[in-house]
């Protein structure tokens, strides 16, 4: 099987009174905030998608809905280009996606969650050194503020209502269709992707600072 859902035997990561991966905890212990988690360390060749039933993705954040989309990846070489690492919705409608991939244009190396208009965006070089790297998007949509994480630190400024006042962001996925870990639009991912998780709420930055600096031994381990 594709999925290990099933609770593994580490020591738990806790985060703000929660359990950060209900995968690695002892005993009942389970973060109520995570809706889809694909653990373990995962191998792709650039022509797969790893789609889900129905049921793995119920709960997955749809409009009007906070989320973070979180793991660790890397790249097979330094030229991979459009490679998407998780995503679902209606592709080619407005705002109606939620994607995550890295893309190089112009140059820039750069991680993208795209909506299908007014995406997020920022440049970092690292990804592509053959090492593996914690990336992290969030979305609060009480506040309408998107902001993009690589290994635990924020990249870039956060976009906001204050500083896109002519673009308005709006969060409106209305579909579950499309999901798949490794692919988003058919664009695919060369690589390597080790525990990922969504979650239907935007984990604070000092969170997302804890979630790299607990985990990290662990995924060099691979």
Not at 8 to 35: A, H, L, M, Y
Not at 74 to 79: L, T
């Amino acid at each position: 099987s594709f999925w290990e859902l099933a609770p593994r035997r580490f020591q738990c990561v806790w985060v703000s009174g929660s359990c950060v991966t209900k995968n690695w905890c002892e005993g009942d212990g389970q973060n109520p905030f995570i809706v889809f988690e694909f653990a373990g360390n995962h191998e792709f060749n650039g022509r797969q998608c790893r789609a889900t039933t129905m049921g793995e993705r119920s709960n997955l954040p749809l409009k009007g809905s906070s989320f973070t989309l979180e793991a660790w990846v890397k790249p097979r070489h330094n030229r991979l280009t459009n490679a998407g690492i998780v995503g679902w919705g209606h592709y080619g409608r407005r705002h109606e996606v939620n994607a995550l991939r890295i893309e190089i244009h112009g140059g820039k190396k750069q991680l993208r969650n795209y909506w299908w208009g007014d995406d997020m965006l920022r440049t970092s070089n690292s990804i592509w050194d053959g090492k593996y790297h914690h990336v992290a998007t969030t979305w609060d949509e009480a506040s309408k503020t998107h902001r993009m994480y690589v290994d635990g630190s924020q990249v870039g400024s956060p976009d906001d209502a204050k500083t896109n006042k002519n673009r308005p962001r709006r969060y409106n996925v209305r579909t579950k269709n499309n999901f798949c870990v490794g692919a988003t639009n058919r664009q695919f991912w060369n690589g390597w992707i080790q525990d990922l998780k969504i979650y239907n709420t935007a984990v604070s930055a000092q969170d997302i600072k804890k979630i790299y600096e607990t985990t990290k031994a662990k995924v060099q381990n691979f």
